[in-house]
Nanobody
Framework: QVHLVESGGGLVQAGGSLRLACAAS????????MAWFRQAPGKEREFVAA????????SYADSVKGRFTLSRDDARNTISMEMNNLQVEDTAVYYC??????????????????WGKGTLVTVSS
């Protein structure tokens, strides 16, 4: 069992930055692909970014490429995501997720094993 707790959400103006963090407990994340998803009001949950358990380069949704940077620290059992040049359309609840030995293609479809409760990011115009 992996317990995930997100932090770092908040209110920011368009063009601003935020850093989200996700702390994992209960099991080392070394064999877990870690990812962020988000769900905007009235919309379905969507993939944002993923860091494969093998350490290969992270994968990003096209909508956040070049603006968001995902990193993982297996020694601290945490992941973080730096979000720059935030736009109003980035407003959503952001969820941390863990998938045991998941491929990046499987992650993109939402097939994860554990989920956090989410942190709200609100971007104002």
């Amino acid at each position: 069992q992996v317990h995930l707790v997100e932090s770092g959400g908040g209110l920011v103006q368009a063009g601003g930055s935020l850093r989200l963090a996700c702390a994992a407990s209960g099991h080392p994340i070394t064999t877990y692909t870690m990812a962020w998803f988000r769900q905007a009001p009235g919309k379905e949950r969507e993939f944002v970014a993923a860091a494969h358990w093998s350490g290969i380069s992270p994968s990003y949704a096209d909508s956040v490429k070049g603006r968001f940077t995902l990193s993982r620290d297996d020694a601290r059992n945490t992941i973080s995501m730096e979000m720059n040049n935030l736009q109003v359309e980035d407003t959503a609840v952001y969820y941390c997720a863990a998938g045991h030995l998941k491929s990046l293609s499987a992650v993109a479809t939402g097939g994860m094993d554990y989920w956090g409760k989410g942190t709200l990011v609100t971007v104002s115009s």
